[in-house]
């Protein structure tokens, strides 16, 4: 069975764009795979802890070795790499906040990129001392921006430091297949944001409607010999 694990991090509610259109795409998802499963954790409205000394002191120690308060400060960590683990997909609504990802966004990035669980270091290593932990995973990122030109070619693309960022963090755990959905324009209104949203939800009912095998043959032909 495919699951899906569904994240929302826009603080905002009604108003938030990528909370719509990842929900439009959940939605076409189940129409196409009923028997998929769905977890969903709303990051934007109930906002994860930043780590802290005694998070970083337990995540730097081997398991074995955790007292039982160490082990404390992980749990919340320990489920949100347990949840992250059991998905297939990840679908994460981000919103563009100061030329990169929310902090809020970031505080799920810190929590779910563990020494030991999502990516190993070995210190003798001195030419690949890290190696991702992460397999087989997909992942849809639904982003939203209020201004415009930020893709490819566009004239604020220099100015766009969360996907490369997101791409960067994703594969050093090991989550090489990211697709980057986005909406422009939140700040202009009008046609020019309709248009960019319809744009982004007709892609996202594209990528909905793949079936397992179509997606298959997808990632096969893309696949560098
Ligand atoms: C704190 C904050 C910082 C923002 N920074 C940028 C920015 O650097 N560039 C930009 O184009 N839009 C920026 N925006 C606009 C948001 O990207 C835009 O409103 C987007 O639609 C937010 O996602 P949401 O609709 O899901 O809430 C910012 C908005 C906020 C609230």
Redesign the pocket.
Known sequence: MTHLLHLDS???SD?????RLTAEFVQRWQDVHPDGGVTYRDIGRNPLPHVTESWISAAFTPPNQRSAAMQHALRLSDELVDEFMQADLILA?I?????GMPSGFKAYIDQIVRVGRTFSFDPLNKKTPYTPLVHGKRMIAVI????GG?GPGGRNQQYNHLDPHLATVLRFIGVVDLQIVA?EN??YGGADLDKSLESACRQLRGLASETKSHRQEVVGSNRVP
């Open positions: 826009s603080p905002r108003r938030s764009h990528t909370r609504g919103p563009f906040y100061n030329f939203s921006r209020g201004d930020y909406a939140d700040e």
